[in-house]
Nanobody, 119 residues
Framework: QVQLVESGGGLVQAGGSLRLSCAAS????????MGWYRQAPGKQRVLVAT???????NYEDSVKGRFTISRDNAKNTVYLQMNSLKPEDTAVYYC?????????????WGQGTQVTVSS
């Protein structure tokens, strides 16, 4: 019943920036951890970054220093600021969230948003 709505993807040149956002549609969903995965054509989906309820963050090594994950708890929204983009960052980016709806622990995935970085 909770939907994650992603936005912010697009086409940029190498060295450019994008900011992805992902909002949970149901305000009663109490989010614990939110994060981003990405999947390039022909490759497996891999973790990019996560942010916990206490704002503790983790990043995949290849994006450290370039990407920043953050959250707005009042809006049930997670962001991924992507700077110094490289062609190898090209992928479909998927938001996920783990939290509590009522008394039930739930996990949801976004629909994916395409990020394309040209050389």
């Amino acid at each position: 019943q909770v939907q994650l709505v992603e936005s912010g993807g697009g086409l940029v040149q190498a060295g450019g920036s994008l900011r992805l956002s992902c909002a949970a549609s149901k305000s009663s969903f109490r989010i614990n951890t939110m994060g981003w995965y990405r999947q390039a054509p022909g490759k497996q989906r891999v973790l990019v970054a996560t942010v916990a309820s206490g704002a503790r963050t983790n990043y995949e090594d290849s994006v450290k220093g370039r990407f920043t994950i953050s959250r707005d708890n009042a809006k049930n929204t997670v962001y991924l600021q992507m700077n110094s983009l490289k062609p190898e960052d090209t992928a479909v980016y998927y938001c996920y969230t783990n939290g509590v709806l009522g008394s039930t622990i739930m996990t949801y995935w976004g629909q994916g948003t395409q990020v394309t970085v040209s050389s």
